[in-house]
């Protein structure tokens, strides 16, 4: 078992920034591929952004490409969603998830935490 708890969700306004935290116990967590997720409302589940098991490579959404940044200190067992230039419409809980493999799909995941909420107000 992974257990994951994400952090730093809150209220920004639209252009503004925030850092989202997905610290990890259990199992091995540099053996795991790591995503985040979204899901607004009256909306399926989005895939955000991925990171390999190592950080070497990583995998975005096209819509959050430049603006968005994930990393992840597999000695801290913690992984890291940077976001920049919030839009109101990204308002959504923010999850993360961990996998056995880089995927966009969220039945890739084994293991999810309980989630954040970030609102970007207009």
């Known amino acids: 078992q992974v257990q994951l708890v994400e952090s730093g969700g809150g209220l920004v306004q639209a252009g503004g920034s925030l850092r989202l935290s997905c610290a990890a116990s259990g199992r091995t967590f540099s053996n795991y591929a790591m995503a985040w997720f979204r899901q607004a409302p009256g909306k399926e589940r989005e895939f955000v952004a991925a990171?390999?098991?190592?950080?070497?490579?990583?995998s975005y959404a096209d819509s959050v490409k430049g603006r968005f940044t994930i990393s992840r200190d597999n000695a801290k067992n913690t992984m890291y969603l940077q976001m920049s230039s919030l839009k109101p419409e990204e308002t959504a809980v923010y999850y993360c998830?961990?996998?056995?493999?880089?995927?966009?799909?969220?039945?890739?995941?084994?293991?999810w935490g309980q989630g954040t909420q970030v609102t970007v107000s207009s």
């Open positions: 990171i390999t098991y190592n950080g070497a490579g990583t």
């Open positions: 998830a961990a996998g056995l493999r880089v995927s966009r799909d969220y039945r890739g995941y084994h293991y």
